[in-house]
């Protein structure tokens, strides 16, 4: 197929396209930017460099991508972003790329779908099959695991993390990490158990979803400090391999963990599915 690039694209001669990339009106694509078979690049979209976007990946009009970070710390050092396949990015978001602070790039993986205005901030690494509400924002330094949810307008702070299957609920605001296969919701987010409709959605059956409502019991509803619900995590569960990545996701948090269930001095803020 041949390439298709409108006439009033700017595109900087460094620039390395795939034979059959789309580019639409007066778009932007910068030096040192590398863009993969079968992506579609809407009008007015603008894609700086140092970036590198891979295959079948469909870039809306006036989206932002490969931008500097906005971050104090940075001086023009070279950073990258780095975006899979099979992604969408949506009307005026923006996808900055990294710091020398925070490791020099930002990752995208695959099939993941950023709605309009969401904003990936410089060294965030986002998996595989996410989904980013309209607005929803993403500080510096966060972690997305596969397959989690963010709703509209949600807000994560700086360097917290979004565990697997996680669901974020509308205008939640984030400021630890985010439990794997549950609901965080709220201004002052509270957990409002496991996301058992997405995790259905996403081929969980009962056999599989049981251990994983167990575990938030005993971690959320028990009374346990966190220390003691672990170790009894690992007597009664920890061969599960889903209750392994609990276990593995709560040892290694750097921030706390989003865990007060509602009436426990938060607030149920937010929307849920």
């Given at each position: 197929m041949e390439s298709r690039i409108h006439p009033t694209a700017v595109i900087d001669p460094s620039a390395e396209l795939a034979s059959d990339v789309s580019v639409g009106p007066f778009a932007?694509?910068?030096?040192?930017?590398?863009?993969g078979s079968g992506t579609e690049i809407g009008a007015a979209?603008?894609?700086?460099?140092?970036?590198?976007?891979?295959?079948?990946n469909r870039i809306f009009g006036q989206a932002c991508v490969g931008f500097r970070p906005q971050d104090l710390k940075f001086h023009g050092e070279r950073s990258y972003l780095e975006i899979g396949d099979d992604n969408t990015i949506r009307?005026?978001?923006?996808?900055?790329?990294?710091?020398?602070?925070?490791?020099?790039?930002?990752?995208?993986?695959?099939?993941?779908?950023?709605?309009?205005?969401?904003?990936?901030?410089?060294?965030c690494i986002v998996g595989d099959r996410t989904i980013f509400g309209n607005a929803s924002t993403l500080a510096g330094h966060v972690e997305v695991a596969d397959d989690a949810i963010l709703s509209a307008f949600c807000?994560?702070?700086?360097f917290c993390r979004i565990g697997r299957h996680a669901y974020i609920g509308?205008?939640?605001?984030?400021?630890?990490?985010?439990?794997?296969?549950?609901k965080t919701v709220g201004l002052k987010a509270v957990c409002l158990?496991?996301?058992?409709?997405?995790?259905?959605r996403r081929g969980f059956d009962e056999d599989r979803l049981r251990p994983l409502e167990s575990a938030y019991r005993t971690l959320v509803r028990s009374g346990l400090n966190t220390a003691d619900a672990?170790?009894?995590?690992?007597?009664?569960?920890?061969?599960?391999?889903?209750?392994?990545?609990?276990?593995?996701?709560?040892?290694?948090?750097?921030?706390?963990?989003l865990k007060t269930p509602p009436g426990r001095g938060g607030s149920r803020g937010g929307a849920t599915d």
């Open positions: 932007i694509i910068g030096a040192d930017v590398v863009v979209a603008q894609i700086h460099g140092p970036t590198r976007i891979g295959e079948r009307e005026f978001a923006t996808l900055h790329r990294g710091t020398e602070l925070g490791g020099g790039v930002t990752r995208v993986g695959n099939g993941n779908l950023f709605m309009a205005y969401t904003h990936v901030a410089h060294d807000a994560v702070h700086q509308g205008y939640t605001v984030v400021t630890m990490d985010a439990l794997p296969y549950a158990g496991i996301n058992r409709i997405g995790l259905q672990l170790a009894k995590l690992r007597d009664e569960q920890g061969e599960n391999e889903d209750i392994a990545y609990l276990i593995e996701f709560l040892e290694s948090t750097q921030r706390g963990i």
